[in-house]
């Protein structure tokens, strides 16, 4: 059940985070835009390199990015590493919630 909501939260974050950016910028920013984020998001988001090996001070920053919340809830979910930590739960559904009300307040057809 929990790989199911967490699901569900990871794709209504994305989705809410790809439409403010591509709502919001032209064509050329948003393509470099976002391909930046994925680079950086893969690599601090514990899919590359676990928050555990990163230095403290960056995986406190990475456990509030959706992509390692995510990631920590999927793993979880699956059953792979016991529990889901509650900051991953915290973090995913403020970002479930906050980048969709973004999206509706700032996403034009034209940018």
């Known amino acids: 059940m929990d790989f ?4 569900v939260l990871a794709t209504a974050a994305f989705a809410g985070l790809g439409l403010v950016i591509g709502g919001t910028l032209r064509a050329e920013l948003v393509l470099g835009l976002s391909t930046l984020l994925w680079l950086v998001l893969l690599g601090v988001g514990s899919m590359v390199v676990p928050l555990t090996s990163l230095p403290s001070w960056i995986a406190t920053i990475a456990r509030a990015l959706p992509a390692a919340s995510s990631a920590t809830v999927l793993l979880h979910g699956i059953g792979a590493t016991g529990p889901v930590p509650g900051w991953a739960w915290a973090s995913l559904v403020a970002w479930s919630v906050i980048a969709p009300v973004a999206a509706v ?7």
């Open 4 to 7: 199911i909501v967490g699901w």
């Open 105 to 111: 307040r700032f996403f034009r057809w034209t940018a």
